[in-house]
């Protein structure tokens, strides 16, 4: 029997309209986790003023309504939104996000399964990597 261990996983910082997330992102959320793509670990949202900030845990009921489960409620601590807090801007409200992208987890064990072994991935941030293709493809034309 195999342990439960993670797959990669990524935090996702989504400035809202509203203070709880709706049907904007919860749809394509579930969307993702229902093809297999995601699992949703952790949810947080934050508001921040001009001189503090307020974190509100989700309610699972309520996430639950909405189709989604937490694996992983409280993974998310204070110093991580901490770190992303400065791209929230002032007077907003975000959800911080942390998911486990499942689709690596199936990859690295059926790699494994048939005796091959992973040895190292390194995640590439979509900014990076999108400027890295524009480079390319600007200098292909």
């Known amino acids: 029997m195999r342990s439960r261990v993670l797959g990669g996983v ?8 509203r203070e709880h997330p709706g049907p904007p992102v919860l ?6 986790v229902e093809a297999g793509t995601l699992r949703v670990l952790d949810f947080l949202v934050v508001r921040r003023d001009a001189d503090a900030h ?9 996430f639950a309504l909405a189709g ?7 993974l998310i601590c204070v110093e991580d939104v901490g770190h992303f807090l ?27 399964d048939g005796g ?5 991935t390194q995640a590439i941030p979509s900014a990076v990597a999108n ?5 390319t493809l600007g200098a292909a034309s």
């Open 68 to 74: 989604l489960r937490l694996y992983a409620p409280g």
């Open 86 to 112: 400065p791209w929230v801007p002032v007077g907003s409200v975000a959800a911080v996000i942390l998911v486990e992208q499942c689709w690596d987890v199936r990859f690295v064990r059926e790699v494994e």
């Open 10 to 17: 990524a935090f996702v910082v989504i400035e809202l309209r």
């Open 131 to 135: 400027a890295a293709l524009a480079a």
């Open 27 to 32: 749809e394509p959320l579930l969307r993702q």
């Open 116 to 120: 091959d072994r992973i040895l190292a």
């Open 54 to 62: 307020r974190i509100t845990e989700i309610d699972g009921d309520d």
